[in-house]
């Protein structure tokens, strides 16, 4: 599949390893009031059709990974800002909340290589990812009671399920900033680096799990969210249906064989 038109990012392929860059730095990478939105969910939606995509990487250009909504444009009224209660809740729906919706659905591994700020809707894109990396002057934020409002872009849903819930009730409660050294300290950060080593060690990752059987790793993905939704008993039935056709995969097959081989 040919690699997807984009407006404010540019998306790179290779050896399996779709690198997604956000390229709006003169607003911080503010998903709203820019194209960022359309290009994420074009770029997912290619990604999960694309047999040639093991990973996907999420980062930014300048000082920012992403700094979320457009403050100026809630200053002003404008964009998916302006009119009635319900004509903000439609807004809303129509735009940022495609986000999470989609990363519900995918099962093509994401990594987030945080290489600045994170805040609001920005810190809340990285927790919707598998696995998170950042430079480590990267500062996070879970800021929205700070400008008045709430987590609408799904990040209450998301947050707990990477830290717990005392943690995210924590963050989301006070609104504070906390750098990467806390962020890895409380879970969220797999690892905090040198920004010049920030896409060595996210590109390292991202290559080892594309170099994995796809179908393999893609259910792998979709189980570990199952497991959040399912009772114990359908899980477990749901997982032999799965293994099953993994059994008589040839990934499954040329690995079983490998192995024997190695052992005479």
């Known amino acids: 599949m040919s690699l997807p038109t984009l407006t404010d990012a540019k998306l790179s392929l290779d050896a399996g390893v779709a690198t997604l860059t956000f390229c709006r730095e003169d607003v911080l990478n503010a998903l709203t009031g820019t194209n960022l939105i359309d290009d994420i969910i074009d770029t997912l939606d290619w990604a999960e059709a694309s047999s040639d995509v093991g990973c996907v990487i999420l980062t930014g250009t300048g000082k920012g990974f992403s700094s979320g909504g457009n403050v100026k ?5 404008t964009g998916m800002f302006s009119g009635g209660v319900d004509d903000i809740a439609a807004a809303y729906k129509a735009t940022i909340q495609r986000i999470p919706m989609k990363f519900a659905e995918l099962s093509v591994p ?8 994170a805040v609001g809707a920005g810190f809340d894109l990285t927790a919707m990812c598998d696995i998170r990396i950042a430079a480590d002057h990267a500062r996070f934020g879970e800021n929205f009671v700070n400008m008045g409002l709430i987590p609408g872009d799904g990040g209450a849903y998301f947050l707990q399920r990477v830290v ?15 750098d990467a050294k806390e962020a890895k300290e409380i879970g969220f950060l797999l690892d905090a680096v040198p920004a010049d080593q920030l896409m060595d060690r996210a590109t390292t990752l991202a290559n080892e799990i594309a170099s994995k059987p796809r179908y393999q790793v893609r259910q792998s993905k979709l ?33 079983v064989a490998a192995f024997v081989n190695k052992q005479r």
């Open 73 to 77: 444009d809630m200053h002003e009224r």
């Open 110 to 117: 994401v990594i987030a290589a945080i290489n600045g700020v």
């Open 164 to 178: 717990g819930y005392q943690r995210a009730a924590e963050l989301t409660f006070t609104g504070r900033l906390f």
């Open 223 to 255: 189980l570990m969210r199952k497991a959040q939704q399912m009772n114990l008993s359908d899980f477990l039935d749901h997982t032999a249906l799965v293994q099953g056709t993994c059994h008589h995969s040839g990934a499954h097959k040329d690995a």
